[in-house]
């Protein structure tokens, strides 16, 4: 009988430790992803959702010179998309989240609005942003802006 609780025993631990899937963040659209998990968590975190919010933002461009305006950012259509709602003082474009960085190309009534921005603190963003006159002639000399963002 005892060498029978020890065989289950043993079989039990060697099938527990075979069968046991490495818990983690299975979501590759999530800042945490970890490639090695199997099972999900619940404990992936986006980069979307911290960004949700009403900044204040200190634009400084290369030909334009300085403004400052307030921003918006809500959710896009999933949890790697978001949209900056008056970016430049004047339109709302769709940026496309990778990790955590945010990037975005997009046409607008012949001004091509392409850059890119991430995190800076809890509270804050940074964006590149390049501002194209594209309507009549392809962009050769772009804008250069850099914004600063607090919420």
Same mark, same amino acid.
């Not at 474009?93 to 850059?115: H, L, P, R």
């Given at each position: 009988?005892?060498?029978?609780?020890?065989?289950?025993?043993?079989?039990?631990?060697?099938?527990?430790?075979?069968?046991?899937?490495?818990?983690?963040?299975?979501?590759?659209?999530?800042?945490?992803? &970890?490639?090695? #998990?199997?099972?999900?968590?619940?404990?992936? $975190?986006?980069?979307? %959702? !911290?960004?949700?919010? +009403? *900044?204040?933002?200190?634009?400084?461009?290369?030909?334009?010179?300085?403004?400052?305006?307030?921003?918006?950012?809500?959710?896009?259509?999933?949890?790697?998309?978001?949209?900056?709602?008056?970016?430049?003082?004047?339109? &709302?474009?769709? #940026?496309?989240?990778?990790?955590?960085?945010? $990037?975005?190309?997009? %046409? !607008?009534?012949?001004? +091509? *609005?392409?850059?890119?921005?991430?995190?800076?603190?809890?509270?804050?963003?940074?964006?590149?942003?390049?501002?194209?006159?594209?309507?009549?002639?392809?962009?050769?000399?772009?804008?250069?802006?850099?914004?600063?963002?607090?919420?």
């Amino acid at each position: 009988m005892k060498i029978t609780n020890t065989i289950i025993l043993a079989l039990s631990l060697t099938f527990g430790m075979y069968s046991c899937k490495e818990k983690g963040c299975i979501d590759p659209q999530a800042e945490n992803y &970890d490639s090695n #998990a199997e099972k999900d968590d619940n404990s992936c $975190t986006y980069l979307s %959702d !911290k960004l949700v919010g +009403t *900044y204040t933002v200190s634009q400084d461009c290369a030909y334009s010179g300085s403004d400052n305006y307030s921003m918006t950012v809500i959710e896009g259509g999933n949890k790697s998309e978001i949209i900056l709602q008056n970016l430049n003082n004047s339109v &709302d474009v769709k #940026a496309t989240i990778s990790g955590t960085n945010f $990037t975005f190309k997009e %046409d !607008k009534a012949g001004i +091509t *609005y392409e850059g890119s921005g991430y995190m800076n603190g809890s509270n804050g963003m940074t964006i590149n942003l390049e501002i194209c006159e594209t309507y009549y002639y392809p962009c050769s000399d772009p804008d250069a802006c850099s914004l600063s963002c607090t919420k």
